[in-house]
């Protein structure tokens, strides 16, 4: 395929299935699955059932990996679509359980990470903030039966000043999860707010010295030692059940 012009808006708008632009971008990268697969870190299997719509995508993990495998930084346009029909695969999944068990959509809790603010007085770790939630949203993604916005969608609210709830309701989900660093020579503190609809339905503060790498955290005991973002994560995706009268 022809890889000097842009996409199409037409050819966009063709291809109406996640599968169906995956493959057409696939090969317009001039990859072969087994490049793919490699690239994004998942098997030959994998990328042909993502590519028959038999298996559904990750949007985080679209946003992190497959973007840049498919060589789309000039191609906001195509970027854009593929992280749309990402997000709409998981709305048809949700629309079609509805429709045969009412109640198994409530099971499945859905969360956007937004980007972390910095209350340091060095504007360079704007970068550190962003890695910080990227690496949580990133950990959150393998937790099973949890949605998790991509992080363009998330990461496009950054700056604007908008209520928690607002932002809740314009992502489509039930659980936003904000957070603030503030680094002081070796003592580094995150505040994690994670937020439902109608209210807060947990804070998790981590003072950490970046030397010597001491936790203390409150007010959840399971992340202790180098406070890994996963433990991290399996206490968020619970306080949100929780928060859902899930748990």
Partial sequence: MDMTGSISSQTLERLATFGELLRYLRRRAGLTQTDLSIAVGCSDAQISRLEQNLRLPNVANVDARFLPALKLKHEPAARERLLWLAADAHRQWADAAAATDPASIADTPSIAVMPFLNLSTDP???????????????ALTKIRRLFVVARASAFSFKGKDLDAREIGRRLNVDTILEGRVKRADDRLRVS?????IGHVAARLAVRRSIA??????RPFPEITGNGHLFGASNCIAHESGRARGQV
Avoid: M
């Fill in 212 to 217: 010597g790498c001491t936790t203390d955290t």
């Fill in 124 to 138: 360079g770790n704007e970068y550190f903030c962003d890695g910080l939630a990227e690496e949580l949203l990133n």
């Fill in 192 to 196: 994690v707010h994670l937020t439902s």
